[in-house]
C-alpha cells in the first residue's frame, strides 16, 4: 500500500527526513527554496501533513486549497503564523514544539542582553575596524548587570528561564509582568516579584521580551511604553516581530531616549527597519534564539514526532487545538 503523503516546507536535518519517510513519502525542500503561498499550497496538493516553521502562513486560503491536509507541525514553539480558527473549523490538527528550546532561548536572551549593555559588538567592530589606538577611560563603558533591576515582559517558560538565570546567576532584582500572575512557589523559584506593566516600564534597567506574537500583544512596546522607560535602560526582544514598533525603537535610539537594544527579531523580518541598521548602540541578530544544534534539531524531531504520533497512532504529543480533530471536518 501507498504510504501517505506529508511535506516538509524548509531545509531540516537529514535524519529527520529519513525517520519521517519510514512512514511517509516525503516531499522535501532541501534547497531551502521559499516558496510562496501558492507554491506551498501546490506541494502540499494530495498530501496529509506539513512540516513546517514560523516562517510559513497557514491560514483559510492554503486549508481550502489543500482539503487532504491533516496536520501542520510547527517546528517553533511561536505559533503566530497559524490561523489557528481556520485550522479547527478545518479539522486541521496544529502542533508547536514547546518545551525542547526553553534553556537554549533563554541563554540566549542573556547573551543579547549582556551583549548589549555590555558593548560587546560594536567595541569589537570598532577594534576590527583598526580604530583602537590606547586604553581609555570611558571606551566603549556600557551599564551592569550584577545587582541591576531586570524587568520580563511575558512569564511563560522562557521567560522563567530568564529570571532564574538573572536573580540566582547574576543577583539581579527581577521584576515581571504577564497576562496572569505565577504561583507563590513559582515566584520564589525564579526570584521573581510580579508588577504592572507601567512599573516593570519605569523600573527596568534591562527589560526583555518573552511574550506571545498575537493581535493583543501587538506594539506592546511603542512610543509611549518606550517614553516610560529609563534612558539608560536596555530592552532585548527574543519574541517576535511586531511586539515592538521597530520604527518608534529606532527614533528612541537615535534620540538618545534609551540606552540601548538587543534585537533577534523584527516587524516584516528578514527585512531590518533602517534606523536599527543605522543605530550603533544596537546589537542585531538572524532570529536565532533558539539556535544551539542540539535544540534544533530536538525541536525538528518534535514536530516529526507529531506528525507520526497523530497520522500514524492517531494520537500528537503537543497538539494546539485537539478538538478540531473530533469537530473537524477533514478526511480521516
Ligand atoms: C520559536 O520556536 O518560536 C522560535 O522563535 C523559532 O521560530
Redesign the pocket.
Known amino acids: 500500500m501507498n504510504k501517505p503523503g506529508i511535506v516538509i516546507a524548509r531545509a531540516v536535518f537529514p535524519q529527520v527526513i529519513e525517520r519521517l519517510a519510514q512512514h511517509f513519502e516525503v516531499l522535501s525542500n532541501q534547497d531551502d527554496n521559499l516558496w510562496s503561498p501558492a507554491e506551498l499550497a501546490a506541494k502540499s496538493q494530495g498530501r496529509v501533513g506539513l512540516f513546517c516553521?514560523?516562517s510559513e502562513r497557514v491560514d483559510a486560503a492554503l486549508l481550502q486549497a489543500c482539503p487532504t491536509l491533516r496536520i501542520c507541525a510547527n517546528m517553533?514553539?511561536?505559533y503566530n503564523n497559524f490561523d489557528l480558527d481556520a485550522m479547527t473549523a478545518c479539522g486541521v490538527l496544529a502542533t508547536n514544539?514547546p518545551g525542547v528550546?526553553t534553556e537554549t532561548t533563554a541563554d540566549f536572551g542573556f547573551a543579547l542582553l549582556m551583549a548589549t549593555a555590555r558593548r560587546v559588538c560594536e567595541s569589537e567592530h570598532f577594534l576590527r575596524a583598526g580604530h583602537w589606538t590606547s586604553w581609555r577611560y570611558d571606551l566603549f563603558a556600557g551599564t551592569d548587570i550584577h545587582g541591576s533591576t531586570l524587568g520580563i515582559l511575558g512569564m511563560g517558560r522562557i521567560g522563567q528561564g530568564i529570571a532564574r538565570r538573572g536573580a540566582h546567576g547574576f543577583g539581579m532584582r527581577v521584576i515581571y509582568h504577564n497576562r496572569s500572575r505565577l504561583d507563590q512557589a513559582t515566584e520564589a523559584a525564579c526570584g521573581a516579584s510580579y508588577v504592572d506593566k507601567n512599573e516593570l516600564l519605569a523600573m527596568a534597567d534591562h527589560l526583555v521580551l518573552v511574550l506571545p506574537y498575537s493581535a493583543q500583544s501587538h506594539h506592546s512596546i511603542g512610543t509611549a511604553e518606550l517614553a516610560r522607560m529609563k534612558p539608560t535602560a536596555t530592552l532585548i526582544n527574543i519574541a517576535r516581530g511586531g511586539i515592538v514598533d521597530d520604527a518608534a525603537l529606532a527614533l528612541a535610539l537615535q534620540q538618545g531616549r534609551l540606552a540601548g537594544a538587543g534585537l533577534d527579531v523584527f516587524e516584516g523580518e528578514p527585512a531590518v527597519h533602517p534606523g536599527l541598521l543605522g543605530a550603533s548602540r544596537v546589537v542585531l541578530t538572524p532570529?536565532i534564539?533558539?539556535a544551539s544544534v542540539p535544540t534544533r534539531l530536538a525541536?525538528a524531531d518534535l514536530a516529526a514526532d507529531n506528525l507520526i504520533g497523530f497520522l500514524v497512532r492517531g494520537e500528537a504529543l503537543t497538539a494546539l487545538n485537539p478538538r478540531a480533530v473530533a469537530t473537524g471536518s477533514a478526511p480521516g
Do not use: D, I, K
Request: glycine share 10%; hydrophobic share 65%; no cysteine.
Open positions: 516553521t514560523a517553533a514553539v511561536g514544539a528550546l532570529h534564539a533558539s525541536m
